[in-house]
């Protein structure tokens, strides 16, 4: 097997989305029912994907709104984002258009690596944002899209295993020598 590669996400989303739920289900095969707002955690996992073994280092950032300032650390030796907005919410749903305007802004490139998680399908009752509005964003940004439930462990592992391969799908239609920019 090749020498494992080493990849960090950054998981972004509006407050109460289930941003740490669902990292937490994926690293630690359990679901936290209480709500403590993130400041920031980072975690460490290996997973193995086609045959190649990650070491991933996932941040779960704090929940963001429409005015939070786009911390640059979340741009910094970041290979992907995760952007979560909850089924049950318009203003996550909101939210996260904002959000993916700022990252591209603040990263300075029209395509990153993205997968974009309508969470808490399990809320049926509760439902706000439809599967087709949630797939035709994501389209509309290039992004993968997946719906999950990090209550009922529904795709946590698929959810970071297709943010690998849209990593890996980027970096093989890039150019393996990056020139660096220069201002004349």
Request: include cysteine; charged fraction near 20%.
């Amino acid at each position: 097997m090749p020498l494992p590669k080493s990849r960090k996400i950054a998981v972004l989303g509006y407050r109460s989305v289930g941003k740490s739920s669902l990292t937490i289900q994926f690293v630690e095969g359990q679901f936290v029912d209480s709500y403590d707002p993130t400041i920031e955690n980072t975690f460490t996992t290996t997973m193995t994907v086609s045959g190649q073994e990650y070491n991933l280092q996932l941040v779960d950032t704090a929940g963001q709104d429409e005015y939070s300032i786009f911390p640059q650390s979340y741009t910094i030796d970041v290979d992907g984002y995760i952007l979560i907005y909850s089924v049950t919410s318009f203003k996550s749903f909101e939210v996260i258009r904002v959000i993916h305007e700022k990252l591209l802004d603040m990263v300075g490139n029209v395509q990153v690596p993205i997968t974009l998680v309508g969470n808490k399908k399990d809320l049926h009752m509760e439902r706000m944002i439809s599967l087709e509005d949630g797939r035709a964003l994501a389209d509309s940004w290039n992004a993968a899209f997946l719906e999950s439930s990090a209550k009922e462990n529904q795709t946590a592992v698929e959810v970071f295993r297709r943010m690998i391969l849209e990593v890996e799908k980027m970096e093989a239609g890039q150019p393996q020598s990056r020139t660096p920019c220069s201002v004349m």
